[in-house]
């Protein structure tokens, strides 16, 4: 079955850079998450999309900005990069189902982004 | 707002002997209860998930999970433990669009 696929899968970037991380839902989903997890923490949301609109937003930094593409496919746009930024970051995707937060998410691999 | 605590930060098991997963959440309504498994370096893969109806959840690999209203938890167990279950394993209840995850408890199998 078709999985939610992330790129690039590894990203290594300078202080005060730019990065751009994408994100492929599954077929048919039309809902994207995006997550933040820092060496030995828990995954922490950061914004979510439904049917290109944003639906929440979590502590996400004013640096960042994301958006979901008319094929449903989402951008992470992430500037002036700091060291803090280092973090793995997932991608999930789900069906509406109307619940609000009953949705089964499928995550990604993530992608690992290291800033030096 | 939802929360969850997952009280054991790491748990070390025999191999073949039984397992259970600490959880409790914090919500006013009736929550949507998941667990998941995250082996190093990897992504997360849902083990399993409570809705409604049945408190005792089956999910993959031999995982089951029951949800207590009263207790506010949704313990996750597992009979008989593989070297293969040595991994990062996540509570996490669903509401507002989003996932909000415990702590994690690590599971280290011994031989």
């Known amino acids: 079955a078709a999985g939610v696929i992330q790129s690039p899968r590894h990203l290594i970037k300078e202080k005060r850079e730019t990065a751009t991380l994408k994100c492929y839902p599954i077929?048919?989903?039309?809902?994207v998450y995006w997550y933040q997890q820092g060496p030995g923490q828990d995954p922490q949301f950061l914004i979510s999309?439904?049917?290109?609109?944003?639906?929440d937003k979590g502590s996400i930094p004013d640096r960042f900005s994301a958006q979901q593409f008319s094929d449903y496919h989402s951008e992470l746009n992430m500037s002036s990069l700091e060291l803090g930024d280092s973090a793995l970051y997932f991608c999930?995707?789900?069906?509406?189902?109307?619940?609000?937060?009953?949705?089964?998410?499928?995550f990604g691999p993530g992608t690992r982004l290291l800033v030096l | 707002a939802q929360s969850v605590t997952q009280p054991d930060i790491h748990i070390t098991v025999s191999e073949g002997a039984s397992l259970e997963l600490r959880c409790n959440y914090s919500y006013g309504a009736t929550p949507y209860l998941f667990w998941y498994v995250q082996s190093p370096g990897q992504g997360l893969q849902l083990l399993l998930k409570?809705?409604?109806?049945?408190?005792l959840v089956q999910g993959i690999k031999g995982f089951e999970a029951e949800f207590k209203r009263s207790q506010s938890s949704f313990n996750l167990r597992k009979p008989s433990v593989h070297w293969s279950d040595a991994a990062e394993y996540f509570c996490a209840v669903g509401a507002d669009y989003k996932l909000s995850f415990g702590a994690g408890t690590t599971v280290t199998v011994r031989a």
């Open positions: 999930a995707s789900s069906q509406n189902a109307g619940t609000g937060g009953g949705e089964t998410q499928y």
């Open positions: 409570y809705f409604s109806g049945d408190t």
């Open positions: 077929p048919r989903h039309d809902t």
């Open positions: 999309f439904y049917e290109k609109m944003q639906s």
